[in-house]
């Protein structure tokens, strides 16, 4: 069917260029450190005679790593303003910018014999996957059948898997993480944004946003129409038409307006609770114990990159299993089996690495553990977290909700970034027990006061949270389309 086809080729003109963009400039950074900090050092010797100490280099590309946070935080901060003054399908469009500036400043930083112009693409970088990592989710949630709603929004975490991995690939010595060519590696990232500003322009904007944010109900229409083709439309634009209807003459709220709102207190309770373990939780803090585990377990120094391509293989089939399951298994088990196995195996990991020299068959369990780790942060939390936002909030809280997310996202990377090395260093073998300890109240959180959110309309959700935590009212959600009957299609 044309429809459907339509529908996936918006879930991958936004995919490509949105979090894609994240997971792959995440790991093309990690093969050419040594290249990187060797040119940061000859630059410096070239402009003063004198060469770096270690610990300058050390904080140099400390600065150059940080940036792409920082870039991160900048773009969550802005993607709430352009998703309501642009549009989605504009903002992600409009967003390509910042990593064709990017890829210009790293591409010719060898040339220009400036270090300074990969810290500054870093952080355009950053901005770009912030301002995606945002953006995307709301735009393919805003756009799916509500049947489909977990799966089509959960395409984003596949995304910066499959990121992830090509990043792991391209940055392999064969291909462009050589010495020579690690200027092209960073300016790669130029590719998908190309991709993205073909593609996009084809697909339809989502209807929700032209309805209720526009009030423009003639390419409301029009977009359902080649989103869902001849199916029947009344139910889906009559539940449009009474949100529409109950937030009329109310504007986009901003972020600290959210946090003024008791109704919403519990919603953004398990936003701030589930945005900030996505980050907390240690599963990035794996890939960095990856290359040591990996060699311990007697693999040969040189092939060490391509079993760490596994790693993120694993988060791409997890994550891939979570798409196709969420909307049977519901949100809820996904993200409470996810943080309970991921709570299992950190301890797991801890013995492994304190018993890695007693005992001989300890590094095989800890490279065991390693992927275990991944594949249960895959299925459940690496995708749920960036769906419910949507699923939680209505049209006009949900720029805002997702600004808070993805501050919250992009400090905790910053964060756990800057102090995991400290971490490792006082805790050594039981570096994973703060981790630990994120992952258990998590799973208790969720288990005692999440409520399932699995093909429910906003005032059954809210219903939900009401139910659970006797929230006093719930003005903010609004009401069905089987309270609004003078509705007219």
């Known amino acids: 069917q044309l429809q459907s086809k339509i529908l996936i080729l918006t ?29 940061m050092n000859k630059t410096w010797l070239e402009r003063t005679g004198v060469p770096l100490e270690s610990r300058d280099v050390l904080l140099l590309w400390s600065v150059t790593v940080s940036a792409y946070p920082l870039g991160g935080l900048t773009g969550a901060v802005v993607a709430g303003p352009m998703a309501i003054m642009l549009g989605r399908k504009m903002s992600l469009l409009l967003n390509n910018v910042f990593v064709i500036i990017a890829a210009g400043l790293s591409g010719s930083s060898r040339m220009a014999k400036s ?3 990969i810290m500054l693409s870093r ?44 990043g792991q690939v391209v940055g392999l010595r064969e291909l462009l993480g050589g010495e020579e060519s690690w200027p092209i590696l960073l300016a790669s ?22 309805l209720i944010d526009r009030g423009d109900k003639e390419s409301c229409i029009s977009a359902l129409q080649k989103l869902r083709g001849n199916s029947d439309l009344s139910a889906e634009l009559e539940e449009m038409l009474a949100e529409q209807a109950a937030v009329k003459g109310q504007r986009p709220k901003n972020p600290w307006e959210l946090f003024q709102n008791p109704s919403l207190r519990w919603q953004l309770a398990g936003l701030v609770v589930l945005s900030s373990a996505m980050q ?9 114990y990856a290359a040591y585990v990996f060699q311990e377990a007697g693999i040969p120094q040189d092939k060490i990159p391509y ?9 791409l089939i997890a994550s891939v299993t979570c798409n196709i399951i969420i909307d049977y298994a519901g949100r809820r088990p996904l993200l409470l089996g996810g943080y309970i196995f991921m709570a299992g195996w950190a301890i797991v990991f801890m013995v492994a690495l304190s018993q890695q020299t007693q005992i001989s068959w300890m590094p095989y369990l800890s490279m065991a553990c390693i992927f275990a780790y991944i594949l249960s942060f895959g299925i459940g ?37 800057t102090a995991f090395p400290f971490i490792v260093k006082s805790l050594a073998h039981f570096c994973y027990v703060p981790f630990l300890v994120v992952c258990v109240c998590t799973a208790l959180y969720v288990g005692f006061f999440l409520p399932e959110t699995k093909g429910k309309s906003f005032l059954e959700i809210s219903e939900e949270f009401k139910k659970n935590f006797k929230a006093q009212t719930h003005a903010a959600f609004y009401k069905g389309p089987e309270e609004i009957k003078s509705t007219i299609l």
């Open 11 to 39: 879930i991958c003109a936004a995919g490509i260029g949105g979090t894609f963009q994240y997971g792959y400039n995440i790991s093309i950074i990690n093969a050419p450190t040594s290249y990187i900090q060797t040119f």
């Open 115 to 117: 270090f300074e112009l």
């Open 123 to 166: 952080f355009f970088t950053g901005v770009n996957a912030g301002v995606s990592m945002n953006i995307q989710p709301m735009y393919l949630a805003e756009s799916a059948p509500k049947d489909l709603r977990g799966a089509v929004a959960l395409t984003s975490a596949s995304f910066t898997a499959l990121g992830l991995v090509l």
């Open 189 to 210: 990232n130029v590719v998908p944004a190309l991709i993205q500003l073909m593609a996009l322009p084809w697909v339809p904007e989502s209807p929700r946003y032209l």
């Open 280 to 288: 907390l939780c240690g599963n990035d803090s794996m890939y960095f």
């Open 307 to 315: 079993v760490v391509i596994g790693t993120g293989s694993c988060e």
């Open 381 to 417: 939390p690496a995708g749920v977290t960036g769906v419910l936002p949507t699923e939680v909030f209505d049209q006009m809280s949900r720029p805002a909700a997702y600004m808070i997310c993805g501050s919250l996202l992009w400090f905790n990377l910053f964060l756990v970034g």
